[in-house]
């Protein structure tokens, strides 16, 4: 977690400890699951596995099919992981709460959108790594085509 972010946890816990009531309730859900995936994005994030020539290419197949099918969820939820206010009922509080959880889930760094967005360009540049394993165990062009994609 970066400063930044704990600087806005600690802004959270301070409105929820001012405000108490339905916002304080919120602020402590939010800390709840924001603990919660805190623990399951940090997890163990390196696994190895060996590649040969007979799984090369079925390992690129899934480790691209897996990169993209997580980039298009990741591409369609970020509208709905924003948190919108309504300008005519919400208070200052509100607004400011909204921020600081935007911020957390989608815009800093260590943003949980950040998170899973560096996630899926490791994947890829695994992805690239067994497209060059694949070259040198000797697989054709269109072999490689076919699991991998045009080259850019």
């Given at each position: ?15 929820a ?36 020539k ?7 197949t ?5 990169a ?6 990741l591409?369609s ?17 509100s ?15 260590d ?34 085509t076919?699991?991998?994609g045009?080259?850019?």
């Open positions: 977690m970066t400063q930044e972010s704990a600087g806005a946890d600690a802004a959270l816990s301070a409105v400890a001012v405000t108490g009531g339905a916002v304080g309730a919120a602020i402590s859900a939010f800390h709840s699951a924001s603990n919660f995936l805190d623990g399951l994005m940090s997890g163990p994030s390196t696994q190895s596995f060996h590649v040969n007979d799984n090369v290419l079925k390992a690129g899934i480790i691209q099919d897996q993209k099918a997580l980039r298009r969820a591409v939820a970020q509208h709905d992981l924003r948190v919108y206010v309504d300008g005519n009922s919400a208070g200052e509080v607004a400011n709460i909204a921020g600081l959880w935007n911020r957390r889930l989608t815009t800093d760094d943003s949980y959108t950040g998170r899973i967005e560096k996630y899926v360009e490791s994947l890829e540049h695994l992805g690239l790594q067994l497209k060059e394993s694949a070259k040198q165990y000797g697989f054709t062009d269109e072999e490689i076919t699991v991998f045009k080259t850019k």
